[in-house]
């Protein structure tokens, strides 16, 4: 990986870098677009973009989040209910799944949905999604399902606690240090929760607050392809670039940090040094 930061930096300058970086995002949103619009592929001349998975810019047109937003949050109203069905979808993550245990969770028949959730494995050979990981640190031999139910349960005793503790939250990163004490949260899964609430009258009031947001890991080695560092200076610098590209929309930083990830991916790819997810 340093390496090909190293070489890469050595023959471009840090402009050249900066154009990269927003003329990916571009290029993936015209993708987008072409997807939506139902125009055959190819939707690029990028063989990378082409021929690998890489996620949105946009977080909130990922299928994920379009998943949450128009089957959960368009569905169920009461605070404590959102956050439940929130944390019980983001920890598994697996749309297709979710979907066969989904009414179970609303009428809180936890032994019914585990039994679901079993079948699915075994059926498919998978349950959580690949995209993060989850459930770290289970003791040897214990199930990941058994454990996701386990912290359903939990969940759902503790959501109006919550709920409350978070309606009192004065700043974007008071919410998230509530919600990283969430079973198995840590720092990225638990910036996936605030990411979500952001989107509901739980944090609704958060929104637009640009002051708050994580560098994950692999938004970091994105930005030390571009800068050869990733201090919150260098983020907040890029960020601000963003006027001088004509985007569709706006990156909020939120945004940006995600789209940092998926550049980090697309350029290791376009350098033979990535592994990536191929389309099918």
């Not at 090909?4 to 290029?27: L, Y």
């Not at 299928?63 to 929130?86: H, P, Q, R, V």
């Not at 679901?116 to 770290?136: L, M, P």
């Not at 240090?177 to 989107?199: C, E, S």
Request: aromatic share 18%; proline share 2%.
């Amino acid at each position: 990986m340093a390496i090909i930061h190293s070489r890469v930096q050595a023959e471009t300058s840090e402009q050249d870098r900066i154009d990269s970086f927003f003329n990916f995002c571009k290029e993936r949103q015209n993708i987008y677009n072409k997807k939506e619009s139902g125009e055959p592929a190819p939707w690029t001349d990028d063989k990378v973009l082409q021929k690998y998975k890489i996620c949105n810019i946009y977080r909130e047109q990922d299928f994920g989040t379009k998943y949450y937003l128009n089957s959960i949050l368009s569905l169920y109203g009461d605070n404590a209910f959102i956050f439940f069905m929130t944390i019980a979808y983001r920890l598994c993550n697996r749309v297709y799944a979710f979907e066969q245990f989904r009414e179970n969770l609303i009428e809180h028949d936890f032994q019914g949905a585990e039994r679901i959730a079993k079948d699915y494995r075994k059926e498919h050979g998978v349950f959580f999604s690949n995209a993060y990981v989850t459930f770290g640190g289970l003791r040897k031999g214990e199930d990941k399902i058994e454990a996701y139910f386990r912290t359903c349960r939990w969940i759902n005793e503790n959501a109006d606690a919550f709920v409350e503790l978070l309606k009192y939250a004065e700043t974007a990163e008071n919410a998230y240090k509530i919600i990283q004490k969430i079973p198995f949260a840590g720092t990225f899964v638990g910036y996936q929760f605030f990411l979500d609430f952001l989107h509901t009258p739980i944090l609704g009031r958060f929104k637009d607050d640009e002051s708050f947001y994580i560098i994950g890991e692999g938004a970091a080695q994105g930005m030390d392809i571009i800068f050869g560092n990733h201090t919150k200076e260098s983020f907040d610098r890029l960020w601000r670039e963003q006027d001088n590209y004509n985007l569709e929309k706006p990156l909020s930083k939120h945004n940006c940090e995600f789209s940092l990830c998926e550049f980090r991916k697309w350029h290791n790819l376009s350098f033979n040094s990535g592994r990536g997810k191929l389309f099918k």
